[in-house]
């Protein structure tokens, strides 16, 4: 069964940092591209960052550049997304994607607040 499942989400202050996990299931994630989304409150979805099946990283949101990593182990089947300097701004549920999987997963919830 193809299945993601993402967790490392929670509450956190700003200026601290998370790192969420997305753990593949059912097909290996270094062979398509990983992505990591988000969805605040009353916004759309958008897109967060990007690894290809090579291995290359990139963030497309311009407000995490510099700020926010995506990286893979092949090892373990997971997909990360390293998140620093935490702003309240990035409160929202965070979602693993791949072109394997045409539905969306739970989720995890990241809350940024003092």
């Known amino acids: 069964q193809v299945q993601l499942v993402e967790s490392g989400g929670g509450l956190v202050q700003p200026g601290g940092s998370l790192r969420l996990s997305c753990a593949a299931s059912?097909?290996?994630?270094?062979?398509?591209?990983m992505s990591w989304y988000r969805q605040a409150p009353g916004k759309e979805r958008e897109l967060v960052a990007v690894i290809s099946s090579a291995g290359v990283s990139r963030t497309d949101a311009d407000s995490v550049k510099g700020r926010f990593t995506i990286s893979r182990d092949n090892a373990k089947n997971t997909v990360y997304l390293q998140m620093n300097s935490l702003k309240p701004e990035d409160t929202a549920v965070y979602y693993c994607k791949t072109p394997r999987l045409s539905s969306w997963g739970q989720g995890t919830q990241v809350t940024v607040s003092s």
């Open positions: 059912g097909f290996t994630v270094s062979n398509y591209p």
